[in-house]
């Protein structure tokens, strides 16, 4: 499973990052610093949680293809 | 305005205002769903503007700037007496005088001061808990925000008292104009000196500290440091939209609570729910009506508009569609996906938007850890106003000592 952020429409509301912290890394500014990440084990509701938060719709989840 | 301009359909032409209707302004969340229905309508209040009703067509229009444009951000036309700068500007000159101020108010930044916050907050509420009742805003939502910003300036907090009069004689004392331009005027010259006394200290201010004037002093636009003019208008625009949003938001927080008794004990019960219940408290009351300007003769949400049309993009009528979310004027504190806009969408998404919401957290835990239990005071009635903020004139509180 992968999250795949739009950077050009996020504008910092950070409710992805209030889910998933250790996914949805902020820059400085507190806009997203990641694009495109494969979620690790175990965090795979917090990623969704946290695409379904964003505000701007910036978020989508690539679920992983069934083998 | 007593009739529509000629390219409104006079079908879509609706008696509503969201300022002084008795009606409306006696439940603004309510008055907000009854006009809802249409998904655009046009109002002839206030010089005429279009109301968008859906959270989709809100949406877009916050994330299209060169289609609506801030450079008049507010109905009726509001006249500040500085530039609301970022507020007023539209990409890409407002991301450059955005950006001085997004370390400031990202969410690392603002845990940091959790705190000092959390001191102040617990001071407030101490100095009544022992009293059996109160005026909330009197008594916390007024002062907490303003000792809040008074702390993010680097003042000594005793000035707190100064900014919260002037605040809200500026912004609220409708009955007696040149009282409220008096206050503007008393709170510029404030910031001014406080300004020139910073620059004073040399180019960086007060040296390494993270107060507000100190991190812009260090500041580059386009290469350059800011000038006086510009350090001006940044206080100038925290202060206005700072300080009475939080204070509106903290009165709903605490009026809803106050006849929500099952709220208070799930919050008490279930204390790690309050940061989504303070998601789903702005949701349900979003308070902030702001508005754009159509740039350019366009079809949107199914009607023609024209270059110059005032369009009102009111974050409730966002954040309580149906469509959007489900059970939407319901109160469901661990709601899921809340995906609200009480803090707006796109360029000019509120960017003291983490700060407002541990202020909400911070007083709802500090006030119910203090007094577990509270009602409305029996006898007194609520006194809300409408406009750009909504917000409440009184809340009367008591509880058992």
């Known amino acids: 499973m992968r999250v795949q952020v739009d950077r050009s429409r996020c504008q910092g509301h950070a409710r992805c990052w209030a889910e998933a912290p250790d996914l949805y890394l902020l820059d400085d500014d507190g806009y997203s610093a990641v694009d495109d990440v494969e979620v690790p084990p175990g965090l795979e509701d917090a990623a969704r949680r946290g695409a379904a938060a964003c505000p701007e719709r910036a978020i989508a989840i690539v679920e992983a293809a069934v083998p | ?401």
């Open chain 2, 1 to 401: 305005m007593s009739t529509a301009p000629v390219h409104v359909d006079p079908t879509l032409v609706r008696a509503f205002d969201y300022h002084t209707d008795p009606e409306f302004v006696a439940d603004p969340f309510a008055g907000f769903d009854a006009a809802r229905g249409d998904r655009v309508f046009f109002s002839l209040a206030h010089g005429g503007y279009w109301v968008l009703t859906r959270a989709d067509d809100i949406r877009a229009a916050f994330q299209h700037p060169e289609l609506f444009s801030s450079h008049d951000f507010s109905i009726p036309t509001n006249v500040f007496p500085r530039t609301m700068r970022p507020l007023a500007l539209d990409p890409p000159e407002h991301g450059k005088y955005r950006q001085p101020l997004a370390p400031l108010f990202s969410p690392p930044s603002v845990a940091r001061r959790e705190p000092e916050l959390r001191e102040i907050c617990g001071g407030l509420v101490d100095a009544f808990a022992a009293d059996g009742r109160c005026e909330l805003l009197e008594a916390l939502a007024r002062p907490f925000p303003t000792t809040v910003f008074v702390a993010m300036l680097g003042l000594p907090l005793s000035e707190a008292r100064t900014f919260e009069q002037s605040n809200h004689v500026m912004l609220h004392a409708y009955d007696d104009p040149p009282a409220r331009k008096a206050a503007g005027a008393q709170i510029l010259a404030y910031l001014d000196d406080l300004v020139t006394r910073r620059e004073a200290l040399g180019p960086d201010g007060t040296d390494g500290t993270d107060d507000i004037l100190s991190v812009l002093l260090r500041a580059r636009v386009d290469g350059r440091r800011l000038d006086h003019d510009e350090l001006l208008d940044y206080a100038f625009m925290l202060f206005i939209a700072g300080l009475d949003t939080v204070t509106a938001m903290l009165s709903f927080t605490f009026q809803c609570l106050a006849e929500r008794p099952d709220l208070q004990r799930r919050l008490v019960e279930e204390p790690d729910l309050v940061p989504q219940a303070v998601e789903e408290l702005l949701r349900s009351h979003a308070i902030v009506n702001t508005a754009r300007v159509v740039t350019e003769d366009v079809t949107f949400a199914g009607v023609e508009m024209v270059a110059g049309d005032k369009v009102l993009l009111a974050t409730a009528l966002a954040s309580r569609d149906e469509e959007e979310f489900l059970a939407a004027t319901d109160i469901v504190l661990d709601r899921d996906a809340n995906r609200h806009l009480a803090f707006g969408a796109g360029p000019h998404r509120c960017i003291g938007s983490h700060l407002a919401r541990l202020e909400v957290r911070i007083a709802i835990e500090e006030l119910l850890r203090r007094i577990p239990s509270f009602r409305l005071a029996p006898g007194e009635s609520i006194v809300a106003h409408g406009g750009g903020v909504l917000g409440i004139d009184r809340l009367p509180i008591e509880w058992d000592v």
